[in-house]
């Protein structure tokens, strides 16, 4: 039973974790942000995928880390090598890590964090199949609207799309984001294929945790924290993206009271 404990207590922990290491992210320059950055991902995705195998078992959790970092981080060789379907762009060399064909590893571990919290709450708040892929997408759309801008400030990727950005963004092409949307799209239909029990809002505080966290946090840290002007459009931006699923989280979630499923 003390292992038992223990074991559930660990998503928490690292979460907690994963928190902290983000609010030293502004504190920080140079290398010791790059380090900053790469505690985020691996802490972030770790507390991802232990709160799935404690939830949903190791199995399913095994399976989750393969769909989401295995095809993540194909897309991102090929969109290194071709520029589809994001648009072209390269990584900064040795930053984050050691790279494979120009990625860097832990990306892949990145596509876990990003999915996993918006994948929980768009399955408690969407009961329809349809409606739980479109929202799940949304929001790892929504998730990069924070990210993608934080990224290319502190010089992690530069484009070298010469398509036009959304007003604020013009380095980063539009059809990065749909290339989110459709691989994220495909993720979420590969993840339906999982035998799982359903989400469960009594245990789902830490994937809610870190998206609330997430969505607000960026919001905030984008507005007034960090000092690139262009962040303050990618507060905005995040804000209202991942504030399709957020908002009513917010009102479905954290006002209503009771527990079990929201929907």
């Not at 604020?168 to 994220?184: D, H, K, Q, R, S």
Request: charged share 10%.
């Amino acid at each position: 039973m003390k292992r038992e404990g223990w074991a559930k207590r660990v998503p928490a922990l690292l979460a907690a974790a994963t928190i902290l290491a983000q609010i030293a992210y502004p504190l920080t320059a140079g290398t010791a942000r790059d380090h900053v950055t790469l505690a985020v991902v691996v802490l972030f995705g770790l507390a991802c995928i232990t709160h799935a195998a404690v939830v949903f078992g190791g199995r399913w959790a095994a399976g989750f880390f393969v769909i989401t970092a295995g095809l993540g981080y194909a897309v991102e060789i090929l969109g290194i090598a071709t520029g589809f379907p994001f648009g072209s762009y390269d990584y900064a060399d040795g930053r984050i890590g050691p790279s494979v064909a120009g990625v860097p590893l832990v990306i892949a571990l990145a596509w876990t964090a990003g999915l996993y919290p918006v994948w929980t709450v768009a399955h408690l708040l969407c009961g329809r199949y349809v409606t739980r892929l479109l929202a799940t997408a949304v929001g790892v759309v929504g998730w990069d609207l924070y990210l993608d801008p934080q990224m290319v400030a502190d010089g992690q990727w530069t484009w070298r799309s010469s398509l036009s950005g959304l007003p604020g963004l013009p380095e980063i092409p539009i059809t990065n984001y749909l290339g989110w949307f459709v691989v994220a799209s495909v993720m979420a239909v590969a993840v339906s294929a999982l035998r799982t029990t359903a989400v469960d809002r009594t245990t789902s505080t830490v994937p809610i945790v870190l998206f609330l966290w997430t969505w607000l946090g960026s919001a905030l840290a984008h507005a007034v924290f960090l000092d690139a002007p262009q962040l303050h459009y990618s507060a905005i931006y995040g804000f209202l993206g991942m504030g399709i699923l957020g908002i009513p989280l917010v009102v479905g979630v954290l006002v209503r009271t009771g527990g079990g499923q929201l929907r």
